[in-house]
């Protein structure tokens, strides 16, 4: 594997359910990233971490439950989600946080919420 | 506060065509790094090319080329003789220190080659 890959692919749950998303970078990055992608509208930055610490939350609900184990690996748990979360969620990766350089991207996780 | 405006939402050219996409970017700060990506519909935001604010070069890669004009905050993006491959939605992003490097993405330009 190389990049950035992220399981599953596509992911219909109901609003009760808990579901876990999954990253995994092949870089060596020590900084990964959550975002949202939501039709029209700019990529919503939602998580940073940094050598598997959290820096960055930007004001996400609490059903959304980061964990990065180590910098190779990064979960997005999912409880009692909202249809609105329906989106594209894409993982990122980079050399370190704060940088100036290109993140990079894995493929999303099409998430569809009923 | 950072902003990147995006203005053309969908773009249709015949293959072959030149096609460029704007990106207009607002920013207080003197350093600032300024990106491109491509979205194919698998989902994936490819790298295409990063410049910082020092370099107002224009660069050249291939059948890609990008023109930096710090005078009007822009940084746009010129795809010459169009292919349908290059179909795929266009993002640009704004990156600076001072906010810690947060990438700003516009809403995206939606590029379609058709054959």
């Known amino acids: 594997e190389t990049g950035v890959t992220q399981t599953p692919r596509h992911l219909v749950m109901g609003m009760t359910n808990k579901k876990s998303l999954k990253c995994e970078q092949h870089l060596g990055h020590n900084a990964m990233y959550w975002y949202k992608q939501s039709a029209k509208k700019p990529l919503e930055l939602m998580f940073v971490y940094n050598f598997k610490e959290q820096t960055e939350n930007n004001s996400v609900p609490s059903r959304f439950s980061p964990e990065c184990p180590n910098s190779s690996h990064l979960f997005l748990h999912l409880h009692t989600l909202q249809p609105e979360d329906s989106a594209l969620y894409l993982c990122a990766s980079s050399q370190d946080w704060p940088s100036s350089y290109e993140q990079y991207f894995g493929p999303g996780t099409r998430l569809t919420v009923t | 506060a950072q902003k990147v405006t995006q203005a053309q939402t969908e773009i249709s050219v015949v293959e072959k065509e030149d096609v460029t996409l704007d990106c207009v970017y607002e920013?207080?700060?003197?350093?600032?790094?300024l990106f491109w990506y491509k979205q194919p519909p698998s989902g994936e935001l490819v790298f295409l090319i990063r410049?910082?604010?020092?370099?107002?070069q224009n660069e050249i890669s291939g059948r890609y080329s990008w023109n930096f004009q710090k005078s009007t905050s822009s940084f746009n993006f010129t795809i010459t003789a169009s292919q349908v491959v290059d179909s795929a939605v266009y993002f640009c992003?704004?990156?600076?220190?001072?906010?810690?490097?947060?990438?700003?993405f516009g809403t995206g330009t939606s590029l379609t080659v058709i054959p």
């Open positions: 992003a704004l990156s600076d220190p001072n906010t810690g490097n947060q990438f700003y």
């Open positions: 410049r910082n604010s020092f370099d107002e």
């Open positions: 920013t207080r700060d003197t350093t600032y790094y």
